[in-house]
């Protein structure tokens, strides 16, 4: 079965970090993309950042970029995202999706981030 | 501001179709045939239901289709149902950008 289960969520105080996981099955995990979506309490998806297969190339919406770091580790069918800096605009449900070739086909059932004191 | 523009609601009576449209620039939905339409309902996880403007994933609905024209991308439901009342995105490949763009979302309500 394909899926994607992530984990690491929680409370965390502004200014603060966390590290999401992501455990990919099913799939021939190293041949894809991978890439993280958010979506703020009541609001839209926005893409937040992406990796390529091998890792060599990572890339970022504006609004994350130099605080998030997106990584894999292709040994352990596992895509990472680091988070520095947190701000309640950060507060959100973070969900891992295999993308090919701008879509998103592989969702997992996210983790909520909450930012706040 | 999302970089797309859909309309927040659209709604339709059992059986009827309803079109959601998703407008964007030259520099994405107009320069790529790389949109996609999401489905969510409450407190899960988008569903990809439409890709590449057009095409189905396995398993979607055949009154799922989607279209486009200039800048502008459709997504028609025919035939609704009440399991179709969701939360429907559309996103697109974006020049200049690396991630993709999404649209701000619609709700469609089934009657």
């Known amino acids: 079965e394909v899926q994607l289960v992530e984990s690491g969520g929680g409370l965390v105080q502004p200014g603060g970090s966390l590290r999401l996981s992501c455990a990919a099955s099913?799939?021939?995990?190293?041949?894809?993309?991978m890439s993280w979506v958010r979506q703020a309490p009541g609001k839209g998806l926005e893409s937040v950042a992406k990796i390529k297969p091998d890792g060599s190339e990572k890339y970022y919406v504006d609004s994350v970029r130099g605080r998030f770091t997106i990584s894999r580790d292709n040994s352990k069918n596992s895509l990472y995202l680091q988070m520095n800096s947190l701000s309640a605009e950060d507060t959100a449900v973070y969900y891992c999706a295999k993308e090919d070739y701008w879509r998103f086909d592989i969702w997992g059932r996210g983790t909520l981030v909450t930012v706040s004191s | 501001q999302s970089a797309l523009t859909q309309p927040p609601s659209a709604s339709g009576s059992p059986g009827q179709s309803v079109t959601i449209s998703c407008t964007g620039t030259?520099?994405?939905?107009?320069?790529?045939?790389?949109v996609s339409w999401y489905q969510q309902h409450p407190g899960k996880a988008p569903k990809l239901m439409i890709y590449?403007?057009?095409k189905r994933p396995s398993g979607v609905p055949d009154r799922f289709s989607g279209s486009k024209s200039g800048n502008t991308a459709s997504l028609t439901v025919s035939g609704l149902q009440a399991e179709d009342e969701a939360d429907y995105y559309c996103?697109?490949?974006?020049?200049?950008?690396?991630?993709?763009?999404f649209g701000g979302g619609t709700k469609l309500t089934v009657l």
């Open positions: 030259s520099n994405d939905v107009g320069g790529y045939n790389y």
């Open positions: 996103s697109s490949k974006a020049g200049g950008s690396t991630t993709v763009v």
């Open positions: 099913g799939f021939t995990f190293n041949t894809y993309y």
């Open positions: 590449e403007v057009s």
